[in-house]
């Protein structure tokens, strides 16, 4: 772990110590930070912020299927190494995209959503631990139901709509 994230992370405990707040605003974990002499970092590189707004812009952008009326997502991107750096790149799903490259995407889209399951059930694990006289937490992460049932009931909404 870097020297700046473990310093961060003190500041953080030193903010919820000094303050005593059960819940708090990471704005005002920052501003405590300034007031203590962390330096605010340098603004960003102007042209990579805009690469990232673009990014967030195409990875929202939805579309409605002509046939079913579902939505899915209109551009998706897929991971490439070149050298040291990692790209995303991005493509039309509307486009003739091969098989393997759409797999690829939603592969992608998975395994992200795999890392925050497995966080999940870590912090589960250890809030059921630490809290032995308390009902444990179970939280369900075969999201197979959860699946079926709002794309049931998106097929409701937008049967409503039409009436």
Known sequence: MSKKRQEMERLIQWYHDETGKEDWDMEDVAKFAVLKGWPLPKPENPLKRLAQQFSQVAREKIKYD???GLPYRAYHSIK???????????????????????????????DQTLGDCLQISYDEDHWNRTHPNEKPLNIPLDFTEDVLERKSLFGKKEMKKAS
Do not use: P, Y
């Open 80 to 110: 490439q190494k070149q050298g040291d750096t990692t790209l995303f790149l991005w493509f039309d799903a509307d486009e003739d995209v091969s098989r393997k490259k759409m797999r690829q995407s939603l592969i992608l889209l998975r």
């Open 66 to 68: 002509e046939a079913t």
